[in-house]
Structure formats: structure tokens, C-alpha cells
């Protein structure tokens, strides 16, 4: 921040020596008089007075930092960002009171003299040894604006502020040198207009009209005399004069400003001491500064936006550049943000976790086919109080994140599956899927060495009821481990990891993932944006689009605008279409009669995969329609909470799934966001359940499900019919022949849990949902 004024002030003698030197070099610069490196001042020290005359004659005038916009998609503001709150006016939109009473205090004979005051610094001089202490100051309107640029130059850098203003002969000198130039270059008026843009008001107003808004609530050019008093009296000391927190100090101040307007000609004295009588009248609008005032909870995607402007080279080489730019501001910034979707996200969210609960959630959607994020939201506001947090639970670390995601379950299954199928396998493929295994060992990785279960690790199902063979159909709507396990151990992990590649699908640290087969379970931390976007290449068929979040960008310098360029969606075909469409086909499933049937919409066309990790720290569910994919996670960013026996959103949970917090997140939020939006299809291709049928689970066609609480012992008659293909655990036969055709039927309901659970719906309460 600049530095201010102190309001304090040096001592008479220390004042004298001051004006004393300021006036001898003042004197010596008017007269065009190279000072010597040693001389009658004794002035050698490196920096102050050498090299004079290489001084650039031109002063590097900064485009003074303004406020940046940032805007919806449909035009409307979400929040005002700036490191200075400043709008720059043109002199004709200040209020001619303002001009002739910053005149009248800092600068009386502005119109008369040149860069430098000589008669000013002496009367400065008699005046401050008299009262004994700071009455008059003797730097010019010029001189303070040529100072003024020097820190604004320096930004908030704190060591380069301090060189602006550090007390040096050289830096004065410099001052001096470029006050005369910038009167030869712009003139009384342009000085003046540059002055009262830049120079600091207080309470974080910078220039006149952020002042104005500030104090009165009102535009520069509207400010009436006792109002431009105020503020002209403000410059001097903001802290001892500010009106908020001192009226007396800022009352006493204003009316010297009004006794100088009067003694200098600009009003009269009668006008001086009616204004004097007057009140501040002050009408205090706070500053709305950043992301955190953003509306409909859009904090954290008004964060993600100057997270991206900060990190895309598009912006500059350097992040420092890039951060020169943000700073600088006067930027207006369109961005992707559906006000729609983006309030339907967090309607959802508020009523389905609270902000008090111990976990939190978040949600992000993605527009597919052009990487557009439409909404971005989470139950825990954006802040630094009790139940707010500052982390963007939506992203990775390198945009505002957690440092490495979350546990993704589940979720990750769809990735492994499309790997499989462009590697040639069959949307019926069968494996064995017991209930608990070993991970397979060895296997093939990208290098050389295979990956080997030294520690005999083991993996097992949700519910010992989830026991194989499976086709890739109703594993995937049951989410049963052990059948992608041993996808995996098939197809090797490098076709799995070049598929994640393809998808942009990396930890949320940025790192690549690691090639173990524990990755088909969602082991490793991952965003929910990289979810809602690989999932996106599903629904627009098999093309991944990179993540964008701003559409255009104008700034404006000096009166001027230009466009910036900015980052663009890049898409490249990750899979074939044939793959998408079949994975979309095996995902519409898992909503239709699997583990996300409510997070399903009933409308439209729609396709997810839940996900739940060990001890329920995660719960996930991840899916889309043809035209908006969306994620949403619950969890604890500690990942401490269990959540079991847990109330959330005031609902009592016994254990988290998925498709229970998480579905119902993201299907009110989709519903909302697409309602009044078209509905396309999907392109759908036939997946024969043929060989789902009689497994000795008492399976129905795939369709029905128990999940193993109080539906009977699913196996035991549903195996004597029809035996197993490749051995099961509950079925009463190791390794039967084929499904017979049956010769008799049985009376409905006579076999439990061949078709269903306890409710008959395929929907118990104890097993595997993600």
C-alpha cells in the first residue's frame, strides 16, 4: 500500500534543514546546474546526485490501477475485484469546488509558478518555524504527482514503496527532474485531472470519484464546497483526517481548507463560514472489494477466474507479469458463468448440506463440446470465519484447491471401462468377480517392470452378496470392485493411465496418476472439475475439451479500451465414438436401475457413476446429459470424517453412498440449471444381458438387485437353477454348465431375492452403491 502521511511532523530545525535543501537544489535545478559528485554540499553519496543527467527526460507515467468487472455470461456483474479502488474521471466530471479547494490547500500559487515554488518553500519555511510545526508543506502539485506515480509504480511491493518515498537527496533530486518535465509534456490541467485520479483519499479510496462514492455516495462532479473541503483536507494525513473514524479532526480540518478557499479568492467569506456551520453530511457506502462479495455464491468462481488469468501464459510470460496486469486492473471480464445453472447449484447445495454440518460439498458443471464451467459452487461460503473456508474445493491445488483432490470411488470405473473397449474388449465381457480377492499380480504397466502385489493386498465388494460372474453391464450399475480389478489386470494399467491422459484426468497436485491397480477404485485425489470434464468427453461422444471460464476481456488505459486476448478450449478426440456411446449406454443404466437411480432425471436423457471410498470419508457422483456434465462431491477437506451415522443437510445417514448426498445434490442442481433447455439423446447401442441371468445369485436379468440386508440368501435356489460360468462363492456350485431351460415355474415370489430386495424394487439397503 503507499505510504501516508504521518499527520506528525519533524521538528522547526529539522523542518528548516529540510526546506533549506529542497530550496538549494530547487534552485540549482531551475538553473540547469549539474551538481557536482562532491561540492559546496558535500553531497558524494552513491545514488543522490550522480549520474543526473542520465535521468531519463521522459516520465514513465503508469495507467493508474482501476477496478476490474467481472461479469456473467449474460452481462450481469458478479463482483468487483482491485488492489486500488479507483475509478479514473476526466477533469470535466470533477466538481469545480474540488479543483479550486485541493488548489487553495496544497498548492496555492499552482497557476503561477513552474515545477518548483521557491517563493512557496520559503514561505513555507517562515510559516512552519513560526507555529513550530507543519503549517504549509512546500512540494508542488507536480512534484506530489511525480511522487505519487513513483509508488503507484511500485505497487504493493513494500520494499520498492519504501524506495519511492525513502528521504534521499537522489530520489529528490530525481523528484525535481521529472516534476519539470511532466509541466513541459502535459500542462496545469492535465497535472491536475492525473493528481486528483492518483493521489489517496483514505477508508481505501483511491482518486477522487472512489473518494467521492466513498464519503457521499455520489459522483465526483456532484461533490458540493463543504463536501470537496472535506476531501481536499483529507490528502494531507488520511489516517488523522479520516471521517469516519475522527468527525471532530476531519471537521477542523475541512474548515481550514474553506478559510484558505476564502483567503485565496475561490469563494467568499461569508461562503467560507456558512460552510463551515454545515455538517459533514456524510453517506458511507462500504467498500464491495473481491470475491468474496460475488453474487449467488459465485465466490469461488470468481476465484478460479483470477486464478486463471494469474496462471495462463496467454496473460503474460511471467506470473509476475501476469500479476502486473491483474493490479493493475480496469479490466472487464466476461466470463462463462450461467447465472441459471450457476443459482440452481447452490439452491441445491443449501438444502442439501448445511454449512454447520461436518462435512462440506461442492459442485461444478461443464457445458460439453466446449469446456464452458457454467456453475461452480460449494456448501461452505467463501470467507475466514466459522464455517467458511477460502479453499476452492472444486479445483486443484494450482488454481485455489485442495492440495491433492479427493478420493474419487467409484467414479474412476467409467475411465477403466472405455479403456477396455478401445482395446478391443466387449461391452459383454465376463469376469469371475468374487466377493474378495487378492489384487492380481503381476501387471503390465507403460515400462518395462510390471506392478507385483508384494504385500498380497486384497480388494473385496461392497456387500458379500456382489459375487460373479458379471458382464460389464451390471457391474458397472452395481459398482462392483473386483470385476474392474480384474479389467485392469486383463487389459494391463497403460491403457488405462493413456486413456486418463487423454481426459486431462490428473491428481488434484497435478501430477500424473500412478500406474497400480488400485486406481480403478478411485484411490487417488482428484478435483471435481477434472471429473465433471472428463465426464463431459462421454457426452459429447468421445471428444475432451479443455476447462474454460472467460470469454472476453477489454481494458481500458488511459480512456482507451483494447481487447485481450484470452485462453481458448482446446479439443482433441479421446476415444471413439462407438466407446463414448457405449459407456454412455452402461452409465444411463447405473441411473436407470443401479447404485444412482436418485440422482436420475426423469425428463431428459441422462447418464453417472457413483463413488464411495473407504470408511465413507468421500462420497461422489459424477454424470451428465448430451449437453451439461456435472460432479459433485461430499466429504470432509480433512478427510478425518467418517461419514457413518452422520446427520447432513439435517438428514440422519446410517451410511453415506453416493447415490444418497450426492445424487440428490446433483440432480436438483441439473434440473434446475437445464430447465427451459433442450434435451438431446444420446446414441445408445444394444448391450445383450443374456449372461446375467441365473448366476447363482438369484440375479433376475441384471436389472433387479438385493443389497443384502433382509433379502433372503440370494444364491442358494438361483444357483441350483442355474449354476455358474466361472465359480462363485453362494451359489451352491462351482462350476455348473450353461443356464437350462426350464421345464416348470415356479409361483411369483417363491424364490427371494432372485429379482429383488427387500422392497422388490432392486433397491435394499446394505449394499454396494458406489
Given at each position: ?81 482491485y ?11 470533477i ?16 497557476y503561477?509558478h ?13 510559516k ?15 512534484q506530489?504527482?511525480?511522487?505519487n ?16 518515498t ?42 477522487v470519484?472512489a ?14 464546497l ?7 483536507g ?5 489516517s ?7 468527525e471532530?479532526e ?14 485565496v479568492g475561490?469563494?467568499s ?10 455538517p ?6 462500504q467498500?464491495?472489494?473481491?470475491c ?55 439452491a ?5 448440506v448445511y454449512?454447520?454440518d ?10 460439453p463440446?466446449?469446456?464452458k ?39 474412476f ?6 479403456a ?12 469371475s ?33 456382489e459375487?460373479?460372474?458379471y ?7 452395481k ?17 488405462v ?32 472439475l ?12 468421445g471428444t475432451y ?29 479421446a ?24 440422482a ?37 477437506a ?23 448426498v450426492?445424487g ?6 441439473m ?12 446414441h ?29 440368501n ?16 453362494n ?36 449394499g454396494?452403491?458406489?
Open positions: 500500500m503507499p505510504k501516508k502521511r504521518s499527520g506528525g511532523g519533524l521538528s522547526p530545525t529539522q523542518q528548516a534543514a529540510k526546506f533549506l535543501g529542497v530550496s538549494v537544489l530547487a534552485g540549482a535545478v531551475l538553473a540547469g546546474i549539474a551538481l557536482p559528485a562532491a561540492g559546496a554540499l558535500g553531497l558524494a553519496a552513491k545514488g543522490s546526485v550522480e549520474g543526473f543527467d542520465e535521468i531519463p527526460a521522459n516520465l514513465k507515467r503508469p495507467p493508474l490501477s482501476q477496478r476490474t468487472t467481472i461479469l456473467d455470461n449474460q452481462g450481469h456483474q458478479i463482483a468487483q475485484v488492489s486500488r479502488d479507483r475509478t479514473v474521471v476526466d477533469l470535466k466530471d466538481s469545480p469546488y474540488m479543483q479550486k479547494a485541493i488548489v487553495a490547500i496544497e498548492d496555492s500559487r499552482f503561477q513552474g515545477a518548483i515554488d521557491l517563493k512557496g518553500v520559503l514561505r513555507a519555511l517562515n512552519n518555524a513560526q507555529s513550530g510545526g507543519v503549517a504549509q508543506g512546500a512540494s508542488t502539485l507536480t506530489q504527482y511525480v511522487k506515480v513513483f509508488v503507484e509504480e511500485a505497487g504493493d511491493d513494500p520494499t520498492k514503496v519504501a524506495q519511492a525513502q528521504q534521499t537527496l537522489g530520489r529528490k533530486i530525481k523528484e525535481l527532474k521529472y516534476a519539470i518535465q511532466v509541466e513541459k509534456e502535459l500542462g496545469k490541467k492535465k497535472i491536475l485531472e492525473n493528481y486528483l485520479n492518483i493521489t489517496f483519499f483514505g477508508e481505501q479510496s483511491y482518486g470519484e473518494a467521492s462514492q466513498r464519503y457521499f455516495s455520489k459522483h465526483a462532479k456532484d461533490l458540493n463543504q463536501e470537496a473541503a472535506l476531501l481536499a483529507i490528502v494531507q494525513s488520511p488523522r483526517y479520516d471521517p469516519v473514524n475522527d471532530a476531519a471537521t477542523k480540518r475541512r474548515n481550514v481548507v474553506l478559510q484558505r478557499m476564502a483567503e475561490n469563494i467569506q461569508a461562503e467560507a463560514d456558512k460552510a463551515k456551520k454545515a459533514l453530511g456524510l453517506k458511507i457506502t467498500p464491495r472489494n473481491g468474496i462479495t460475488a453474487v449467488k455464491g459465485a465466490s469461488f468462481f470468481c476465484k478460479y477466474v483470477e486464478q486463471v488469468f494469474l496462471n495462463d501464459p496467454v496473460f503474460g510470460k511471467t506470473r509476475e507479469q501476469r500479476a502486473k496486469v491483474w493490479n493493475q486492473g480496469g479490466l472487464t471480464i466476461r466470463t462463462t458463468l450461467d447465472p441459471q445453472a450457476q443459482e440452481s447449484v447452490q441445491s447445495l443449501k438444502q442439501h454449512k454447520s461436518q462435512v462440506a460439498a461442492a459442485a461444478v458443471l461443464v457445458e463440446g466446449t469446456g464451467v457454467v456453475a461452480m459452487g460449494q456448501s461452505k461460503p467463501y470467507g475466514y470465519g466459522k464455517n467458511e473456508t477460502e479453499i476452492n474445493f472444486s479445483v486443484g491445488s494450482d488454481m485455489g484447491g485442495s492440495n491433492f483432490g479427493f478420493p474419487t470411488g467409484s467414479t470405473k467409467p475411465f477403466v471401462a472405455a477396455a473397449l478401445e482395446q478391443g474388449k466387449q461391452a459383454t465381457q465376463e469376469y468377480s468374487p466377493y474378495k480377492m487378492e489384487y492380481p499380480s503381476p501387471v503390465q504397466t507403460c515400462g518395462s517392470r510390471p506392478w507385483v502385489n508384494i504385500d498380497h493386498d486384497k480388494v473385496e465388494n461392497e456387500s458379500q452378496s459375487v460373479g460372474p458382464r460389464m453391464k451390471e457391474a458397472m450399475a459398482s462392483v470392485n473386483t470385476y474392474f480389478v480384474q479389467m485392469i489386470s486383463d487389459i494391463g494399467l497403460c491403457p493411465v493413456k486413456m486418463t491422459d487423454k481426459l486431462h484426468v490428473v491428481q488434484g497436485d497435478g501430477k500424473k496418476l500412478p500406474e497400480k491397480p488400485a486406481i480403478a477404485l478411485g484411490s487417488v485425489g482428484i478435483s471435481p477434472t471429473m465433471a470434464s472428463a465426464y463431459a468427453t462421454f457426452a459429447n461422444r475439451c479443455t476447462p474454460v471460464a472467460i470469454e472476453s476481456i477489454t481494458q481500458k488505459i488511459g480512456g482507451q479500451q483494447k481487447s485481450l486476448a484470452v485462453p481458448k478450449s482446446t479439443c482433441s478426440r476415444m471413439s465414438e462407438k466407446t463414448a456411446d457405449t459407456v454412455n449406454t452402461l452409465l444411463q443404466g447405473v441411473v436407470d436401475s443401479g447404485t444412482g437411480q436418485q436420475g432425471l426423469s425428463d431428459r436423457d441422462n447418464a453417472g457413476k457413483t463413488g464411495t471410498t473407504d470408511e465413507r470419508k468421500n462420497a461422489w457422483f459424477v454424470g451428465y446429459t448430451p449437453n451439461l456434465s456435472g460432479a459433485v462431491w461430499v466429504g470432509s480433512t478427510q478425518k470424517v467418517k461419514m457413518i451415522n452422520i446427520r447432513i443437510g439435517g438428514v440422519f445417514n446410517s451410511l453415506v453412498y453416493g447415490g444418497e450426492p440428490p445434490i446433483w440432480r436438483d442442481a434440473t434446475g440449471a437445464l430447465a427451459g433447455k433442450d434435451a438431446p439423446s444420446f445408445l447401442v444394444d448391450i445383450p444381458d443374456g449372461g446375467d441371468k441365473g448366476k447363482g445369485k438369484g440375479h433376475g436379468n441384471g436389472n433387479g438387485r438385493d443389497d443384502g440386508n433382509n433379502g433372503g440370494p444364491g442358494d435356489i438361483g444357483g441350483i437353477i442355474g449354476g455358474l460360468t466361472n465359480g462363485g462363492t451359489g451352491g456350485a462351482t462350476n455348473g454348465g450353461p443356464f437350462p431351460t426350464p421345464t416348470f415355474s415356479f409361483p411369483e415370489g417363491f424364490i427371494q431375492g432372485q429379482n429383488a430386495g427387500t422392497n422388490g424394487n432392486g433397491n435394499g439397503n446394505g454396494r452403491r458406489g
